[in-house]
């Protein structure tokens, strides 16, 4: 479903001024380059977490999902190096109110020129019925949010053609065998939507379990956690 996505910019072309108004009316999350002198004052830092990814410098003609995407910076980005489809996922951010409500992303969508999809869809309904297949699944900043981390794990195995993606926050990391943290009632930074710290051993055995034949540990620091999983 598209909520309040921005006039085409072919046919109504974007104003400077009028963007740098759009992006001071909100808070933002991702720190994105819309070009037009205009930067997003995003709260994350997201050049920061772009290299940490080890993410494919070429995506020439690859299918991408970006699931949890908010305000959109890595689909625009996978779009940017050039993959041929890109769909963005969100919901539970999107459906909120403020910071996190997906007007962001159609800002940023708008300034782009972006042809990238936007699906307003939950991770519980992500399969190759509503979505498709994909080459490259990006799965980044919303294990720890899930009940279920299994069960969400499942889901993008379920339509990862190639490789997943993944980053997370990880606990328990002084513990070899695979274990996971559960923080109850906003236990982790007061958030209450986050809800386990798996170790880096639970994260491997996780995907393996699900379906994953190789995960490759790309890179940690402290308590987060970059994994490449491939079919
Ligand atoms: C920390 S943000 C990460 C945003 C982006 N993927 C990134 O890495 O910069 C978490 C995202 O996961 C989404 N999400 C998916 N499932 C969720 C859940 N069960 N609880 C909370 N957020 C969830 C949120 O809507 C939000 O966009």
């Known amino acids: 479903m598209l909520r309040h996505l921005l006039p085409d910019p072919a046919s109504v072309p974007v104003e400077p001024d009028r963007l740098r108004e759009l992006v001071a009316g909100r808070e933002w999350f991702h720190t994105i380059n819309l070009g037009h ?45 050039g993959a041929a489809r890109v769909v963005a996922s969100d919901k539970h951010c999107w459906e909120s109110v403020g910071i996190a409500d997906g007007r962001g992303f159609d800002i940023a969508h708008w300034a782009l020129g972006s042809k990238v999809e ?12 509503s979505v498709g297949m994909f080459d490259v699944v990006l799965f980044l900043g919303v294990l720890y949010h899930a009940q279920d981390p299994m069960r969400y794990l499942r ?27 559960f923080y109850p009632k906003g236990a982790l930074n007061g958030d ?24 490759e540990v790309i890179w940690q620091k402290a308590t987060r956690l970059v994994v490449h999983a491939h079919r």
Not at 119 to 124: G, N, P, Y
């Open 37 to 81: 002198g205009v930067i997003t004052p995003g709260i994350d830092d997201t050049p920061a977490k772009l290299n940490w990814l080890d993410f494919p410098e070429s995506l020439n003609g690859k299918s991408v999902l970006d699931v949890g995407s908010y305000d959109g910076y890595f689909a625009f980005e996978s779009e940017r190096r």
């Open 118 to 129: 936007k699906r307003l869809i939950s991770v519980e309904e992500i399969s190759p019925a």
């Open 155 to 181: 889901h993008m195995f379920s339509v990862c053609s190639e490789t997943l993606i993944l980053e997370t926050h990880t606990d328990g990391n002084d513990h070899d065998e695979p274990m996971m943290v």
């Open 192 to 215: 209450p939507s986050n809800f386990w710290g798996p170790n880096v051993a639970c994260v491997e055995a996780m995907l393996y379990e699900v379906g994953f034949g190789n995960v």
